[in-house]
Each structure stands twice: as C-alpha cells, then as structure tokens.
C-alpha cells in the first residue's frame, strides 16, 4: 500500500505497482504538477523508454485518473511521459544513466543538478520517479541483459 504522503513512498514501481499505487499518487501534493504526478512521470518514463510490458495499462490507469484529479500542466506532464516525451533536463540525465560505457566525470552531476533545479520540488520528485523505475527495471532484468538504444526513444 502507497504511503499517505507520496513524497515518503519510495520504492521500486513496476508497471502494475504504479497501476497499483496510481490512486494514492495521482493529484496528491502541493504544486502546479503535484508530487505524486511527478513521481507518475517519471516511473512512466522510465517503463515507456526501456519498453517495460505493462507500461500501456499503467498509463491508461494514471491517465484516467489524472483528467479528474489534477491539473491542466500536469495532464500534459503525465500525457507526454505515457509517450517515451520528456523535458530536455529529464532526457539528458536519462540518456546519461542509459549510456553503454562510460561518462566524461562530472556529467551525469551536472545533469542531475539541472533536473533537480525544475520547479520548487518537481524536479526531485521526476528524479525520484526515476529512480524507482529504475529500481524495478533493475531487480527485473540480468545486469547482462541489453537495455534499449535511448537515441531513438529520448526524444
């Protein structure tokens, strides 16, 4: 069960936990994109850009939701990260952390600190959405297992 305050429930989202937990999320949280929303998309970004199954039915789940619940700016938000879209802060962190081999030192820093820099909380809470999609991807899958080219998916 979702903690009562989204921004305290911190765990790895598959798919169906997020279709799960969506009610408990969804327009909760201060803010003209709530925290909950925030941490939606980023978990839907995550699960649309690596192709996560399930990724189709959470969205319609959030997005059902979300036209009652919350607002105009975070439907967009929500919308867009259902689609694989995201701002370019949120694409360069997430093309960086997807990268086969390694960064140039100081990179993926300088990303994150422009992602945590979105909004008054928004872009810690997307940071933490994807970090728990993350999380789930990586419990699911071999570490030697291929992860999608994000060329063609971070747009």
Do not use: F, Y
């Not at 408990?24 to 699960?47: E, F, N, R």
């Not at 990260?81 to 030192?105: D, F, K, Q, S």
């Not at 990179?107 to 993350?134: C, K, N, P, Q, Y």
């Not at 899958?141 to 999608?148: C, E, Q, T, W, Y």
């Amino acid at each position: 069960m979702a903690h009562p305050d989204p921004r305290l429930d911190r765990r790895p989202r598959h798919p169906a936990a997020l279709a799960l937990d969506a009610a408990a999320l969804v327009g909760k949280g201060p803010g003209l994109t709530p925290t909950g929303d925030d941490l939606c998309s980023g978990v839907l970004l995550v699960h649309r850009l690596l192709g996560t199954p399930g990724t189709d039915a959470a969205a319609a789940v959030v997005l059902g939701l979300a036209r009652t619940r919350t607002t105009a700016a975070s439907r967009l938000l929500l919308a867009a990260a259902a689609e694989g879209r995201a701002t370019p802060a949120v694409r360069r962190v997430l093309a960086t952390l997807l990268a086969p081999g390694p960064e140039a030192p100081g990179v993926l820093d300088r990303h994150v600190a422009a992602l945590l820099a979105l909004g008054h909380t928004s872009g810690a809470d997307l940071a933490d959405g994807i970090r728990d999609g993350l999380l789930a991807v990586a419990a699911s899958r071999s570490l030697l297992s291929p992860v999608p080219s994000t060329e063609r998916n971070c747009a």
